[in-house]
Every structure is written in structure tokens, then in C-alpha cells.
């Protein structure tokens, strides 16, 4: 069983930075693409960052410049760096891993996490 955990949201101000992080825990082999999506109230969910196990990042457009994505693969850890927060950038976070417990084309899954709430605001 794969869960994946996320931590770091919270209520912060305008400018203000905040830092999520994004457990892997459970029976696998390999964690291939890590990606931060959000989903503000009325909207859709939007992928926001993505990194590869190799480390290759890609950011939509709205957060470039302000967000950073990394990884550590010794923790099977994602982290989102927020910097400069903006109101619109309010949401619930949730982390998605694709994740390989098998080398047969079949033992791989797309999960989720539970989400996160950010919610920036004066």
C-alpha cells in the first residue's frame, strides 16, 4: 500500500513564502515524476510543478520565478518552495507521484495525496 503525505500549508500573507513537503511511504521501487497540483475554490485542479527523478523541473507559467520544486529520492520526498505568495495563489495542494512497485508494465500507478490548504491573505 503507497500513501503519500502532505505537510507545510497554512495562512500567510501577501510576499510571504511557505514550504510543502510531500511523503512517499509504502512497498515500491521507483518514484518516477513528483508533481504539486492546487485547486482554488470554483476552479479545476491545475498542475502547478513537476520534477522527474532526474531532477528536470517545469513550472506553469503563473508561478515562475516564485515557486521551486525539488526532491530528495533517499526520502521518496517532494518539497514545493513558495515564495512571494499572492492571494490567487490560495488552494488546497496536493501531491501526485508516480510510482513503480514493479518492473512489469502494469505495476505502476498514478497517486495522490490528501491535500494541503494555503491560503494567502491580510
Known amino acids: 500500500q503507497v500513501q503519500l503525505v502532505e505537510s507545510g500549508g497554512g495562512l500567510v500573507r501577501p510576499g510571504g513564502s511557505l514550504r510543502l513537503s510531500c511523503v512517499a511511504s509504502g512497498t515500491f521501487i521507483k518514484i518516477n515524476d513528483m508533481d504539486w497540483y492546487r485547486q482554488a475554490p470554483g476552479k479545476e485542479r491545475e498542475l502547478v510543478a513537476r520534477?522527474?527523478?532526474?531532477?528536470?523541473?517545469s513550472y506553469v507559467d503563473s508561478v515562475k520565478g516564485r515557486f521551486t520544486i525539488s526532491r530528495d529520492n533517499a526520502k521518496n520526498t517532494v518539497y514545493l518552495q513558495m515564495n512571494s505568495l499572492k492571494p490567487e495563489d490560495t488552494g488546497v495542494y496536493y501531491c501526485?507521484?508516480?510510482?513503480?512497485?514493479?518492473?512489469?508494465?502494469?505495476?505502476?500507478?498514478?497517486?495522490w495525496g490528501q491535500g494541503t490548504q494555503v491560503t494567502v491573505s491580510s
Open positions: 501526485n507521484a508516480d510510482i513503480q512497485w514493479s518492473w512489469h508494465p502494469s505495476g505502476r500507478k498514478h497517486y
Open positions: 520534477i522527474s527523478n532526474g531532477g528536470i523541473t
